[in-house]
């Protein structure tokens, strides 16, 4: 991320989202003893480039249920250091989640986490592509209201077009608990995680629900997108974001 965030702030963007799922690579800096030192230095960036760290994602385990006790807990000590890091950069919700389970198995879970939190930090409960996990916002909605006021709702565009829940709808009934968004676009197939435009989201009905509905940030979840492209191009595909992103508010 320090490398990146320079990039991105040089092009023009104001507002980021910090990945914490880097902890998930055991290899990560954030795993070591100069984690600090690297939270101290995106902290740096923050303020040499004037931005707002809007949200993060924490790392997340594939299957909770299936872990080990030992597993279960240095899954939870991951997310556990991720929000600590997280409420030192000033970042006002971390996006997290669900687990395999039930509403009530969720509810549960998270109520674990906040308790075990160090600093006070909301939680950002993002809906899964499939519907074997928790993917409505039905579902999201009652899991936030049992949780608040410290929980909320993260909208993954991407994971709600797989799973065939109407976006536009979606928004509509999260209303103000809905906290953060992952924008991206995909093919309703396959979690692709496209710049907007590129894929078959009908983003008018969507940008006009989230007109209605929503004060927050868009913020995009598109990693995927150019990774295929030589280094060389990178300039060209943040300014490319940009204006896609522009063209979205203007709908």
């Known amino acids: 991320m320090d490398t990146l965030i320079p990039l991105y702030a040089e092009s023009g963007y104001k507002a980021l989202d910090l990945n914490f799922c880097e ?20 902290q740096e960036e923050k303020e040499k480039y004037s931005l707002s760290y809007i949200q993060s994602h924490v790392p997340y385990p ?3 249920r299936s872990l080990s006790m030992e597993g279960k807990e240095l ?13 030192a950069l000033g970042i006002p919700h971390v996006v997290i989640h669900p687990i395999k389970g039930s509403v009530q198995d969720n509810i549960n ?9 160090k600093e006070p930090i909301k939680i950002a409960i993002e809906n899964m592509e499939t519907r074997e996990e928790i993917w409505s916002a039905d579902e999201l909605i009652e899991m936030a209201k049992a949780l608040s006021p410290m ?5 993954d565009t991407g994971h709600a077009f797989i799973a065939g829940e109407n ?9 103000k608990l809905l906290l953060g968004t992952h924008i991206a676009d995909n093919d309703g197939k396959k979690d692709l995680h ?11 009905s969507v ?6 509905s929503y004060e927050g940030y868009l913020n995009y979840e598109c990693m995927f997108f150019s990774r295929n492209l030589p280094q060389s191009l990178s300039k060209d595909v943040i300014n490319l974001s940009l204006e896609i992103g522009k063209w979205l508010l203007s709908l």
Do not use: V
Request: hydrophobic residues 40%; proline residues 4%.
């Open 151 to 155: 929980a909320g709702i993260c909208l």
């Open 75 to 87: 899954s939870d000590n991951s997310i556990l250091k991720a929000m600590e890091f997280s409420s």
């Open 167 to 175: 976006i536009p709808d979606f928004i509509r009934k999260a209303g």
């Open 23 to 42: 902890m998930m690579n055991p290899y990560s800096i954030l795993n070591t003893g100069k984690a600090w030192d690297y939270i101290e230095k995106l």
């Open 207 to 212: 940008m006009k629900a989230f007109r209605e």
């Open 109 to 117: 879970y998270f109520s674990s986490l906040l308790d075990r939190q």
């Open 194 to 204: 496209l710049l907007p435009g590129f894929g078959k989201i009908e983003w008018e």
């Open 62 to 64: 594939h299957d909770y």
